[in-house]
């Protein structure tokens, strides 16, 4: 089974950059939907960004021109850099994967299959 694991999270000031990695372990197939979902206290699950199986993204308005979703196919790994923080990016951020699809990717989390333990993002002001 292929398991998900998120690391680069922290503490940032406002302004300031972090990037998140995240590498699948356990094989995967090759035509994939990842994303990067986040969850602040109180509030639901959103979607933050997605990357197609042809490499194509697509963001949440609220990160649009800030975070850049990206994949290296060598390093087998995900990423999200994320500039221009806010403390409204504070979050837990999970990276997340459907695997083996056949169409585009959805931006709900319940079409996810996979998901990865998180990793905290606190931006202070």
């Known amino acids: 089974q292929v398991r998900l694991m998120e690391s680069g999270g922290g503490s940032a000031r406002t302004g300031e950059s972090l990037t998140l990695s995240c590498v699948p372990s356990?094989?995967?197939?090759?035509?994939?939907?990842l994303a990067w979902f986040r969850q602040a206290p109180g509030k639901e699950r959103e979607w933050v960004a997605i990357?197609?199986?042809?490499?194509?993204?697509d963001y949440t308005p609220t990160v649009e021109g800030r975070f850049a979703i990206s994949k290296d196919i060598a390093k087998n790994t995900l990423y999200l850099q994320m500039n221009s923080l806010k403390p409204e990016d504070t979050a837990m951020y999970y990276c997340?994967?459907?695997?083996?699809?056949?169409?585009?990717?959805?931006?709900?989390?319940?079409?996810?299959?996979?998901w990865g333990q998180g990793t905290q993002v606190t931006v202070s002001s």
């Open positions: 997340v994967a459907r695997f083996g699809v056949t169409g585009g990717c959805s931006n709900h989390p319940l079409w996810y299959t996979t």
């Open positions: 356990g094989g995967a197939s090759s035509r994939n939907c």
């Open positions: 990357i197609e199986p042809d490499g194509t993204s």
